[in-house]
């Protein structure tokens, strides 16, 4: 691999892709997880288990150490049911990189440096390669709303936006923390959930609105507004999705 971007890549194939190759003019998004089980072995064996069903491109080990799962032109099989503005089933469409993490049903913890230090270098290494927008740098949870939490509220997005690496708003959050919890209008929460889809989360159609709108704003807040997921909407929430909108 590229040792402009000092990455050390160690290839540990699963057999869990589909075939032929993908064009690389297909590769427009990369989607991040966590591995969400205890042992960093026992995650690395399912994401290499044929049975299991399920894998990723890369697999970011505690100790920062990067293995390469699938080759980046095939699918893995990393993102399950998920949408994101046009599209469905991302996996077609993206490389998947997990994090090792034992996950919010495990003791969730924030991530190591070493996990953020190699994977910001992976990060400038795919986007470079494959021509990726910041704006499409992705978490689970943002395309699978109903079904994920990962990477969650101890990842580290904004850091990642500061190093151009996904999109993030301008805001001051000194002074838009004022407006935490504050009430707002019925119109203005119809506005914040137009503003949802217009950023790119998708309604999910099996579920009653109030339940759908519920697990959007918990994607929204575990990206955008980490230090309370409350799943309720307030102003400051309202003012970040339209600075988003904006950006």
Same mark, same amino acid.
């Given at each position: ?38 042992? %960093? $072995? ?17 697999? &970011? ?13 095939? %699918? ?18 993206? !490389?998947? !990189? %997990? ?38 740098? @992705? ?37 838009? $923390? ?5 009430? &707002? ?10 503003? @949802?889809?217009? !950023?790119?989360?998708?309604? $999910? ?10 697990? @959007? &704003? ?19 929430? @309202?003012? &970040? ?7």
């Amino acid at each position: 691999m590229s040792s402009k971007f000092g990455l050390n890549l160690t290839r540990n194939y699963s057999h869990n892709f589909s075939i032929p190759k993908r064009s690389k003019k297909k590769l427009n998004y990369l989607i991040i997880h966590y591995t969400g089980m205890r042992s %960093e $072995i026992d995650a690395i064996r399912k994401l290499c288990d044929s049975r299991s069903k399920v894998s990723s491109h890369y697999f &970011i080990k505690n100790n920062g150490n990067i293995l390469n799962l699938v080759p980046d032109l095939y %699918e893995a099989w990393h993102a399950g049911i998920s949408s994101w503005k046009n599209l469905n089933s991302l996996n077609k469409y993206s !490389i998947g !990189i %997990e994090i090792h993490n034992q996950g919010h049903d495990h003791g969730y913890k924030s991530f190591s440096s070493k996990q953020i230090t190699s994977l910001v270098k992976l990060l400038n290494y795919l986007k470079k390669k494959y021509n990726i927008k910041n704006k499409n740098i @992705l978490g689970h949870s943002d395309i699978a709303p109903n079904r994920k939490k990962d990477p969650g509220e101890k990842f580290p997005w904004k850091m990642l936006a500061q190093k151009k690496l996904c999109f993030w708003h301008n805001l001051s959050e000194k002074k838009i $923390i004022k407006h935490r919890k504050s009430k &707002i209008k019925t119109y203005e929460k119809k506005e914040f959930i137009n503003n @949802l889809y217009k !950023i790119g989360y998708c309604r $999910i159609r099996k579920l009653n609105l109030s339940k759908n709108n519920q697990y @959007l &704003i918990q994607a929204f807040q575990r990206r955008f507004r980490q230090d309370l997921v409350d799943g309720k909407i307030d102003k400051e929430c @309202l003012l &970040i999705s339209k600075n988003l909108l904006k950006s």
